[in-house]
């Protein structure tokens, strides 16, 4: 909610700034200079400061508004974090049967027995590839003698 009222507050700030675009001269009594622009900024936010002054009760109510809104947000961020901890404790693995290095000897059999699953020894070899050749240097390219 406060993100949407400072979206807000900043849009329009920012359409204010923005050129016109039209040849219309605004008329003498709407033009506002920036002494009377920083001026008038300065009692609002004076008359936002007093607010509590003229309505005690309203500050009160607002008070317990905004202490309640903040145990729901806390509550709510405490769920969603207990349930992001719960589905990464899910996909995790558990310790005792994390995986275990094992070497693989030179015939291809990993460790002592047979390999698990449907891979045979060959497919655990890594597969060979050749070097990769290098681009001929810009000399010879041109035939030209290296210098």
Request: charged share 20%; proline share 10%.
């Given at each position: ?17 923005l050129p ?10 709407a033009q ?84 698990k699953g ?30």
């Amino acid at each position: 909610m406060f993100f949407l009222l400072r979206m807000g507050f900043w849009l329009t700030v920012v359409c204010v700034l923005l050129p016109s675009g039209g040849a219309k001269t605004p008329a003498l009594d709407a033009q506002i200079d920036a002494t009377q622009a920083v001026s008038l900024a300065s009692a609002a936010v004076s008359d936002a400061r007093g607010f509590c002054d003229r309505q005690p009760d309203a500050c009160v109510v607002g008070g317990k508004v905004a202490t309640a809104i903040g145990h729901k947000a806390e509550a709510g961020a405490r769920t969603i974090y207990e349930f992001i901890n719960a589905k990464l404790n899910e996909k995790s693995p558990p310790t005792d049967t994390a995986a275990k290095v094992v070497p693989v000897s030179a015939t291809g059999a990993i460790g002592h027995g047979t390999p698990k699953g449907n891979l045979t020894p060959a497919d655990l070899q890594p597969a060979w590839h050749a070097p990769v050749p290098l681009p001929p240097r810009r000399e010879a390219r041109a035939n030209r003698p290296a210098a």
